[in-house]
């Protein structure tokens, strides 16, 4: 709680110092930027996007699978969190695990420690070397200060490096020219005890704009599947700025930086030879804390040349019994493109980062190097070639990088894309991707379970069964194929539509070893022995049914089907019943009279095999009431057709108690001055 503390009383100064600056706040700010249904379809597929091509560019000339997730998606939505936000595009798998853990993926793979996803925010990447995945519980921001969330499924190595390797999830914030006045956001409920957000934006002189915020929230902690609550309840304090001089029209420089602190309930189970069950479980509190700080350049040269330039430092500390780590990073990007021939377009760009980590060993978990530095050194070109007067593009493209892991590797991709007057795209990809080692899986050494007497033969002891990482372990392959068609029916549907073949070589797998005495300890090597494919699709429809009342629909499919050399590795079987097979949902948006607002989430799940979970609805509602320019409160129920439902199971890697979701209420107020 001492740690909680710290971090409420850094977000109070912030606050205290945005309200000595009040008085040049401007009165009578609109309760939203962009109303989704005050824009018609084709405004909303010019919406622009910059992660598919790294640069700007309208959502129907984008040539790959993309979703974006607008802040007034977010705001009639009713979420609470970046998680939840991301179960509006399709292809994501968003499990919740307990009350402050997710399991999340793109297009399969999933997992608290899903490590095929790759994850930014403004730039700088926020999945963790440890286990090359995301800490989702700690990637939390003012959502009414996200911009968009692009939502990238299928490939996307050649630009964005390793980790690419299923899709690339990038959280953009919103310029602090577009954050100016004060916001203030508070609200309680069943399960949302209590959140509030501050924040305050202005100017210095003409072209320097800031913003800064302070926020903290404490959630309940969710149901046990026989009844009662768990220990995982949540509490989070986050704060931070942003910087924006804005040199010219042409030219920008940000500076921004956040600090979060956090203590984090679960339920830790963890082998025991001397425990009836061989089980030891107990209640713990993990610690959480991190900063960082992003420098950005960019600048227009001229129409067809411009670049972009940052470096950020991230520090990072979890605290819990299972393990310690705490990480400092920093990293450098750079990008330029330009158009050296007619019809061409360039882009290319280099990069560098380095991790030093420094790992505390346990009982449970030991590592072969307690402090470790990892670099990682990066270059890619990619050439745009537009023909037919830019109804067809060309777009092939190269990635070299180079770890300590496994030394150079490659990542190269060819897509093409063809559009009409803006009314139809067909776009289609092929692209290899890789997905290079961890720390955990180099140097670890893991006690899974304890296997229980006559287990391994007629008469064996006690045995217990021992993950160790191994410096053998290659970078795991995926070669995509994907095809796309986007297209507006009518001026009041909107459809995107999406196809995908993956195959997979090199993969994750479990080789286990010869029992060695005196304790019969049972070594489980990891190793590359799993190939196989994935195939599925995915759609969005948007559709306009009056000028009040618009509705969006998504879809996607997924199957695959993995083959291991080795007969009993338990890591085909788990991943392939893994996947829910069918996913949808459909939002709805509804303006009423007198400044109403009437909103619903209607989400569909397929069964999940492996943990034993069945097929399941859920539906989230939203009345919204705009009670004065300034003032807007929210009532929502979210979890309505179930007291309580299970989403997920148990890690393999770290055994944390499953709870289940809870139906939940909340009321919110937003004030803008």
């Known amino acids: 709680m001492g740690v909680?503390?710290?971090?409420?009383?850094?977000?109070?100064?912030?606050?205290?110092?945005?309200?000595?600056?009040?008085?040049?706040?401007?009165?009578?700010?609109?309760l939203t930027d962009n109303d989704l249904l005050n824009m018609s379809l084709t405004?909303?597929?010019?919406?622009?996007?910059?992660?598919?091509?790294?640069?700007?560019?309208?959502?129907?000339?984008?040539?790959?699978?993309?979703?974006?997730?607008?802040?007034?998606?977010?705001?009639?939505?009713?979420?609470?969190?970046?998680?939840?936000?991301?179960?509006?595009?399709?292809?994501?798998?968003?499990?919740?695990?307990?009350?402050?853990?997710?399991?999340?993926?793109?297009?399969?793979?999933?997992?608290?420690?899903?490590?095929?996803?790759?994850?930014?925010?403004?730039?700088?990447?926020?999945?963790?070397?440890?286990?090359?995945?995301?800490?989702?519980?700690?990637?939390?921001?003012?959502?009414?200060?996200?911009?968009?969330?692009?939502?990238?499924?299928?490939?996307?190595?050649?630009?964005?490096?390793?980790?690419?390797?299923?899709?690339?999830?990038?959280?953009?914030?919103?310029?602090?020219?577009?954050?100016?006045?004060?916001?203030?956001?508070?609200?309680?409920?069943?399960?949302?005890?209590?959140?509030?957000?501050?924040?305050?934006?202005?100017?210095?002189?003409?072209?320097?704009?800031?913003?800064?915020?302070?926020?903290?929230?404490?959630?309940?902690?969710?149901?046990?599947?026989?009844?009662?609550?768990?220990?995982?309840?949540?509490?989070?304090?986050?704060?931070?700025?942003?910087?924006?001089?804005?040199?010219?029209?042409?030219?920008?420089?940000?500076?921004?930086?956040?600090?979060y602190n956090g203590d984090l309930g679960q339920t830790v189970s963890v082998p025991d030879f001397f425990s009836p069950s061989y089980t030891k479980t107990f209640d713990e509190n993990a610690d959480v804390q991190g900063e960082n700080i992003v420098c950005r350049w960019q600048k227009k040269i001229s129409e067809t040349s411009d670049f972009d330039f940052h470096i950020y430092y991230d520090y990072t500390s979890r605290r819990e019994y299972v393990f310690n780590d705490s990480r400092n990073t920093m990293d450098l990007d750079f990008q330029h493109r330009f158009s050296p021939f007619k019809n061409h377009s360039v882009l290319w760009g280099t990069g560098y980062r380095i991790t030093a980590d420094h790992i505390t060993k346990s009982a449970e978990m030991t590592v072969k190097n307690n402090r470790q530095s990892d670099n990682l050194y990066s270059g890619f070109i990619q050439d745009e070639i537009s023909f037919f007067n830019h109804h067809f593009r060309l777009i092939p493209g190269v990635r070299l990088e180079h770890n300590d892991y496994t030394g150079y590797e490659i990542e190269p991709g060819i897509r093409s894309i063809y559009t009409t007057d803006g009314e139809q795209t067909v776009w289609a990809a092929l692209s290899r991707g890789v997905r290079t080692p961890s720390r955990l899986e180099q140097s670890v050494t893991f006690n899974q379970k304890v296997l229980p007497p006559g287990y391994l033969f007629p008469g064996s002891p006690a045995s217990m069964a021992v993950m160790h990482g191994s410096s053998r372990y290659d970078s795991e392959d995926v070669l995509s194929y994907e095809l796309g068609l986007r297209s507006r029916l009518s001026t009041r549907i909107f459809t995107d539509i999406s196809f995908f073949y993956n195959h997979y070589d090199n993969m994750l797998s479990f080789r286990y070893g010869t029992p060695k005495p005196p304790l019969f300890n049972v070594p489980a090597t990891i190793g590359n022995e799993v190939d196989g494919h994935s195939y599925g699709a995915e759609l969005a429809c948007t559709m306009d049914i009056t000028e009040a009342w618009r509705l969006m629909a998504t879809y996607s499919f997924m199957t695959m089907n993995l083959d291991a050399n080795q007969s009993d590795s338990p890591v085909k079987q788990f991943f392939e019943d893994d996947i829910p097979r069918n996913q949808f949902s459909i939002r709805s948006w509804l303006n009423l009279s007198h400044h109403f607002e009437f909103d619903g989430w209607l989400r569909y799940t397929d069964p999940l095999k492996d943990y034993d979970i069945d097929n399941y609805f859920t539906l989230d509602l939203r009345i919204g009431w705009q009670f004065s320019k300034a003032i807007d409160i929210s009532f929502v129920g979210q979890n309505l057709l179930h007291d309580h439902h299970r989403e997920y199971g148990t890690s393999t890697l770290l055994n944390t108690q499953i709870t289940e979701v809870d139906r939940g209420f909340y009321v919110k107020l937003n004030w803008r001055l």
Do not use: C
């Open 4 to 30: 909680m503390k710290k971090s409420l009383k850094l977000n109070f100064i912030i606050v205290i110092i945005s309200l000595i600056l009040l008085p040049d706040i401007v009165i009578g700010a609109k």
């Open 43 to 259: 405004q909303l597929m010019s919406i622009n996007v910059s992660s598919v091509s790294k640069k700007n560019e309208a959502i129907s000339d984008a040539p790959g699978a993309i979703f974006v997730i607008t802040q007034e998606d977010i705001r009639r939505s009713g979420v609470t969190s970046i998680p939840e936000a991301l179960r509006m595009a399709p292809g994501v798998q968003v499990n919740r695990m307990d009350a402050n853990k997710w399991a999340i993926t793109i297009r399969g793979f999933n997992g608290r420690f899903a490590n095929k996803l790759l994850v930014l925010m403004d730039g700088r990447t926020i999945y963790t070397p440890l286990f090359a995945g995301v800490f989702w519980e700690i990637q939390d921001y003012p959502l009414a200060d996200i911009d968009r969330i692009e939502v990238i499924r299928g490939g996307s190595g050649t630009l964005w490096g390793a980790n690419a390797f299923n899709g690339v999830i990038n959280i953009i914030t919103k310029k602090a020219e577009d954050t100016q006045g004060f916001l203030l956001s508070a609200g309680a409920g069943s399960e949302e005890k209590g959140f509030a957000t501050m924040r305050y934006g202005n100017r210095i002189g003409k072209n320097i704009f800031y913003r800064v915020y302070g926020k903290a929230f404490s959630r309940d902690s969710f149901t046990l599947e026989k009844g009662g609550h768990g220990n995982d309840d949540y509490k989070m304090g986050h704060s931070g700025f942003r910087l924006d001089l804005v040199k010219s029209h042409s030219e920008t420089l940000s500076l921004h930086g956040d600090y």
